[in-house]
């Protein structure tokens, strides 16, 4: 499958740089605290595919000593500029050797694996996330629902491509994101929860907890279908 990421596009760089957690995002990040204080117990953190540092500083603002890695200069280019004083490295795709063998209380992957487009990958990936796993480290990843690619969000469209409602794990699906002035198309590729599953299984991990978080009536954000369908899935992993 040939597939296009959109972190390695410099005006989407530009674009995404300053989006912080707008609309249907902000139902990413609202119960991220409490899942953290609930399973993570140290301060040290790996923001793994930080892109522009939104992720990275929303930890370090939670008391995380965080470093942020991504495979794209450009995106890293953008966290930099914002964020001085933040750790930020460029990374091979899926070397982690980088890190000289550090070891974290927390990896946090923000919607990461959505632009990950293999079996392969997201194997060799999560090997290698789940050996950078103190003993008792936790892996919190948040990933998109299937369902964001075939509905209507405040933040995002997906009308325009009806042959999402058709796509299975591992094929590319397409959307269109609302709240920047880059309006063409973003590739993903989707994945089922079974799917994910059988990765923990095959890469030493299980899952402690999964949540899909919805909105609420007196949020001041104008949904559409997130009250009642989950855009999101996040997931708390730890070694088996």
Not at 37 to 48: C, E, M, P, V, Y
Not at 59 to 65: N, Q
Not at 105 to 122: A, Q, R
Not at 161 to 176: C, L, T, Y
């Amino acid at each position: 499958m040939e597939f296009s990421n959109v972190y390695e596009d410099a005006e989407r760089a530009e674009a995404y740089a300053t989006l912080e957690f707008p609309g249907t995002y902000y139902l990413a990040y609202r119960d991220l605290p409490e899942m953290l204080r609930k399973h993570i117990a140290g301060a040290s953190a790996l923001d793994f595919g930080c892109g522009a540092g939104r992720s990275t500083r929303f930890l370090r603002d939670r008391g995380f000593d965080v470093i942020g890695i991504d495979i794209s200069a450009g995106m890293l280019g953008k966290a930099r500029e914002m964020d001085a004083a933040g750790d930020y490295r460029l990374i091979p795709e899926g070397d982690l050797r980088l890190l000289d063998g550090a070891t974290f209380d927390l990896v946090l992957s923000m919607f990461t694996f959505d632009n990950i487009p293999t079996l392969e990958k997201k194997l060799q990936n999560f090997g290698q996330l789940a050996a950078s796993l103190k003993e008792d480290g936790k892996i919190v990843m948040v990933v998109s629902s299937p369902e964001i690619y075939v509905h209507e969000w405040a933040s995002f469209t997906t009308k325009a491509f009806p042959e999402n409602q058709h796509a299975r794990s591992g094929d590319k699906v397409k959307i269109i994101m609302k709240d920047t002035h880059d309006q063409r198309p973003v590739e993903d590729v989707v994945w089922s929860d079974a799917a994910y599953r059988d990765i923990f299984e095959q890469t030493g991990l299980q899952v402690l907890e999964m949540h899909q978080p919805l909105g609420r009536e007196e949020e001041p954000y104008p949904w559409i279908n997130e009250t009642r369908i989950s855009p999101w899935v996040m997931y708390v992993l730890g070694k088996k």
